[in-house]
């Protein structure tokens, strides 16, 4: 479970970018984090990482995050880079599916058969021996995804994952959202993607929460929605 | 953001730093240990940097050790040379000047006097090749976490270590941010070769904050993804007995060639 109690930060400009946060996260729940450019979604993400630390508390099953527990923390979460070159910096794709499971401790014979299985399971056998720079946008996302699933986290946290993603990559990056049985946390302002693989939706305004509920309910306010910069999902405008 | 090296600069440093194909072979070379390869290339650089800077002569045998050692590897030693192809020129400029300043007559040569200045420019632009060649080398046949792993196992630093890791992934990260750059700069400047002086220090500038950020999130993931300073993942090879005698022979050659001058010994035996 994912708590936020009254949650504030600001970079150090002093603009606050979130302000007073609190929400909850049951574990299983898979969560939408919507809003326009800069209301701050990205940054919940890091707050949540202990990337950057603000003000009140932020709880993972129940333990406030702290300096000593972080390693504990971050083993817990598994976060999909919204660029996936900053996620694969190790020189092949298996390489980098070994990198987090050995860290962790993981013997090196049973992080190759993680690898393998994660390759398995997401059809990517193929790309096993490639060379990270020589992967196209779409293979180096599901190559991110796979990365994070050979840590065997409990929640998964994306950021954009379908940013920049031709339609037939991103459904079959949907898809594979769609597939994962872990707690999610996805950002986007894709919200056809939101509706696809999301049943709760929090909607972020300036740092704050301008909405939480039900996606089917929340997708479909439209005067919401665009009060906040967003449009109704296609899927639904269409209907 | 994917983009392929299209760009001419970016290319070329990208060859430059994608090194780790080469690293994967599996020649004996690349099965040396990587603290054994570490130590004879500091040994060597520092047996090259150690010559006199007119010792011309004396300096010449000692590209014998890196073309002996990438035939061993497998790796045409143009292949080095290709690829250093952009920094190669900026090494070899640092002795350009010697001329200028160091007139002292030194031997002739058919009807010229060859000076101290241009001899002292050529041991010293030898100097700058041999080093890049072992650095090179070292590089090319052993992957950087296992370089990184073999420093941190004769303690230096950790913060060191990191900072070298990262340099060499960010000199990746900065090449990119400089095509992209480039290519922003030259689609609103058409037909401009190269960037007009009065934006460098803006582009400059940008190029620095925006690879500072990327270099920023590369390092977060890969705290993210359990790295803690020590090198768990590079594979560890133990320290074994040829890896001793490829140290020793290593060794006793960079000393032959430094103080044992060859040519002076035969030399010596028909005078006496
Ligand atoms: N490193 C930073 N330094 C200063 N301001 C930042 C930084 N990163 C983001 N911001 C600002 O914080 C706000 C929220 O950013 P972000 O969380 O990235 O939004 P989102 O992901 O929703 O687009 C924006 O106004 C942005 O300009
Ligand atoms: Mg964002």
């Known amino acids: 479970m994912i708590e936020f109690k009254n949650v504030s930060f600001e970079y150090e400009n002093g603009k606050p970018v979130v302000q007073e946060l609190s929400f909850q996260i049951e574990k299983g729940e898979s969560v939408g984090l919507i809003g326009a450019n800069g209301a701050g979604k990205s940054t919940v993400m890091k707050l949540l990482l202990g990337l950057v630390s603000g003000d009140g508390e932020i709880l993972i099953d129940g333990m406030p995050m702290s300096r000593n527990n972080l390693a504990d923390i971050r083993k817990k979460l598994g976060f999909v880079l919204q660029d996936s070159d900053d996620q694969m910096f190790m020189p092949t794709v298996y390489e980098d599916l070994i990198f987090g499971p050995v860290n962790y401790g993981m013997s090196r014979e049973e992080a190759d058969r993680k690898a393998d299985e994660v390759l398995t399971k997401l059809n990517l056998t193929d790309l096993k021996h490639r060379h990270n720079h020589k992967l196209s ?29 031709d339609p037939y990559n991103r459904r079959i990056v949907i898809n594979t959202i769609k597939d994962l049985k872990q707690t999610k946390i996805i950002t986007s302002h894709d919200l056809d993607m939101i509706m696809d693989t999301c049943s709760r939706v929090i909607l972020l305004s300036n740092g704050r929460i301008a909405a939480d509920g039900p996606a089917e309910e929340i997708l479909r306010d439209k005067a919401l929605l665009e009060a906040n910069h967003l449009e109704l999902p296609l899927g639904i405008a269409k209907r | 953001m994917k983009r392929e090296p299209g760009n001419k600069i970016e290319h070329a440093l ?49 590209v014998i050790w890196p073309v002996l050692l990438f035939t061993l590897a497998g790796i045409p030693v143009r292949t080095c040379f290709y690829k250093l192809r952009i920094v190669l020129p900026l090494v070899m400029a640092v002795g350009l000047f010697n001329p200028f300043f160091d007139h002292t007559p030194m031997f002739r040569l058919g009807g010229f006097i060859v000076t101290g200045g241009v001899i002292s420019m050529i041991t ?119 890896d001793a005698v490829y140290l020793a ?24």
Request: hydrophobic share 50%; with cysteine.
């Open chain 2, 249 to 272: 022979v290593s060794a006793a050659f960079f000393l032959l060639v430094r103080y044992g001058n060859a040519a002076e010994l035969v030399g010596r035996l028909f005078v006496r």
């Open chain 2, 124 to 242: 010293l632009m030898l100097k700058g090749v041999f080093c890049l060649m072992s650095s090179f080398l070292l590089a090319a046949t052993t992957p950087i976490d296992s370089i990184c792993a073999a420093l941190r196992k004769i303690h230096v630093p950790e913060m060191l270590v990191t900072l070298l890791l990262l340099t060499y992934r960010y000199v990746g990260v900065l090449t990119s941010e400089l095509a992209v750059m480039t290519d922003a700069y030259h689609l609103r400047a058409p037909g401009q070769k190269g960037i007009h002086i009065s934006a460098w220090g803006s582009f400059l500038g940008q190029l620095l904050l925006r690879s500072m950020d990327r270099a920023q999130s590369l390092y977060e993931s890969m705290l993210l993804r359990g790295y803690d300073g020590r090198f768990h993942y590079a594979i560890r090879t133990k320290f074994a007995e040829r």
């Open chain 2, 14 to 62: 990208h060859e430059l730093t994608a090194m780790d194909e080469l690293a994967a072979g599996s020649s004996f070379v690349h099965s040396l240990n990587p603290g054994a390869k570490l130590a004879a290339a500091v040994l060597y650089i520092l047996a090259v940097l150690s010559f006199h800077k007119y010792d011309l002569s004396g300096i010449i045998p000692m």
């Open chain 1, 137 to 165: 946008g779409g293979e180096k996302k599901m190559a991110a995804i796979a990365v994070i699933l050979a840590m065997e986290p409990e929640t998964v946290l994306m950021d954009e994952p379908t940013a920049s993603l």
